[in-house]
């Protein structure tokens, strides 16, 4: 079965380590993807040089030019829209963006814990990894989920595990979580672009 390719908008806020998983995962065959256009929230996020050394497009729209959540999410659905992207891919994504009804069932989330569990507003990087290790915790990992116009809410698409180990700091951790990460972001892109293509007769034989 041969799937068309999907064309991805990725949304970063920082270092682009997610958006270059992708990119890779692309390059190596394992996700029939293009990523069309890289958006980030701030103008000194490393992931802007990262994306444009990598040939991708990359706009820069920082949430502080804007008066609101609503002037800036209309700026941000514009840019994405303009794009004719079949998918929106948040990869470290810290601003609020209120997904129109036309994104809803279309914009994915990866987040660094095992959902719902240390999910919700503030709860991203060595705080999500910070707060499991002093839960006492045995297990982490990763989740991949639709995303809706809540912080780290919507339906569950695929979540991967690993070890809380008893000497574990909040970079170990976040380091055998990304682990898991990079296998699992590709994958759920896969599958829901499969389920997608399946609903509209798009796979070929």
């Known amino acids: ?3 068309p390719v999907a064309k991805l908008a990725v949304l970063i806020s920082g270092s682009g380590s997610t958006m270059l998983n992708l990119a890779h995962a692309i390059d190596s065959g394992d996700l029939p993807a293009r990523i069309v256009l890289v958006i980030a929230s701030r103008s000194d996020a490393v992931g802007i040089d990262r994306a444009r050394g990598a040939g991708l497009a990359c706009e820069v729209l920082p949430r502080k030019a804007f008066a609101d959540v609503e002037t800036y999410s ?8 303009a794009a004719g992207v079949d998918l929106v891919c948040m990869a470290g994504f ?12 279309r914009t994915l989330n990866i987040h660094p814990s095992l959902l719902p569990d240390f999910g919700g507003r ?3 990087g060595m705080h999500v990894h910070d707060a499991v290790i002093k839960s006492g915790a045995t297990q982490s990992g990763c989740t991949v989920h ?3 116009n809540q912080y780290d809410h919507g339906p569950v698409i695929l979540q991967r595990t690993c070890p809380v180990r008893p000497d574990d700091t909040p970079a170990t951790l976040a380091a055998r979580v990304f682990a898991e990460e990079r296998i699992a972001y590709p994958a759920a892109i ?10 509209i007769g798009g796979c070929r034989p």
């Open 94 to 105: 810290l601003c609020f963006w209120k997904i129109p009804a036309h994104w809803v069932g």
């Open 190 to 199: 896969k599958n829901v672009w499969l389920s997608m293509q399946r609903q």
């Open 74 to 81: 209309n700026a941000l659905t514009a840019c994405i829209d």
């Open 1 to 3: 079965m041969t799937l």
């Open 146 to 148: 639709f995303a809706d």
């Open 122 to 124: 503030g709860m991203h």
